[in-house]
């Protein structure tokens, strides 16, 4: 079955650095987009990037742009969200889930999401 | 916009039919036919219940139906089940800069 596996979370400072992974299985990672969804504390979901299934495309939105950089190796079945300048308003949960096709924008799987706090 | 528009909260009691809305502009709801809807139980991942604007995964309760009008598309829940209580979010696909953009989310109490 699909299964997708965030880590990398964790406590960090504001400017500074952190890499999430999500590692997936269960279906033929190289021919689907990935996302990044995040939902602050008690808050909505609020779409983050999506990278298409080759990696040559990838989109953002504004309140990361030029700061998340998102990839893929299909090699390892693994997408990665890099994220730098962390701020507080970054403070999340991040949800990596399946394009339900190449660029559908929309998700058919989650995965259970890791926390990422930004504070000093 | 910085997200589609929906009302805070809906109830009902089982046995009964809600509609949630979601408003946005001709850049997205109006636009294209990338709206989805997806459910969150509380501490859940969120989970797809509908996909371009009308069309139900498969495994996902026939009681759940989607539609459009203008600018504004809706979630129908018919027969309301207390497994049906959870946060309800649209999404749509925006010619913005932004790719993808989420509505503010819709709690649902079964009451």
């Known amino acids: ?120 | 916009q910085s997200a589609l528009t929906q009302p805070a909260s809906v109830s009902g009691s089982p046995g009964q039919s809600i509609t949630i809305s979601c408003t946005g502009t001709s850049s997205d709801v109006g636009g294209y036919n990338y709206v989805s809807w997806y459910q969150q139980h509380p501490n859940k991942a969120p989970k797809l219940m509908i996909y371009d604007v009308t069309n139900r995964p498969s495994g996902v309760s026939s009681r759940f139906s989607g539609s459009r009008s203008g600018n504004t598309a809706s979630l129908t829940i018919s027969g309301l089940q207390a497994e049906d209580e959870a946060v309800y979010y649209c999404s749509s696909y925006t010619s913005t800069s932004t790719l993808v953009i989420f509505g503010t989310g819709t709690k649902l109490t079964v009451l």
């Open chain 1, 1 to 120: 079955q699909v299964q997708l596996v965030e880590s990398g979370g964790g406590v960090v400072q504001p400017g500074r650095s952190l890499r999430l992974s999500c590692a997936v299985a269960g279906f033929t990672f190289s021919s689907y987009g990935m996302h990044w969804v995040r939902q602050a504390p008690g808050k909505g979901l609020e779409w983050v990037t999506v990278v298409s299934h080759n990696g040559r495309n990838n989109y953002y939105a504004d309140s990361v742009k030029g700061r998340f950089t998102v990839s893929r190796d299909n090699s390892k079945n693994i997408v990665y969200l890099e994220m730098n300048s962390l701020r507080s308003e970054d403070t999340a949960i991040y949800y990596c889930a399946k394009d339900a096709g190449g660029m559908k924008y929309y998700f058919d799987y989650c995965g259970q999401g890791t926390l990422v706090t930004v504070s000093s």
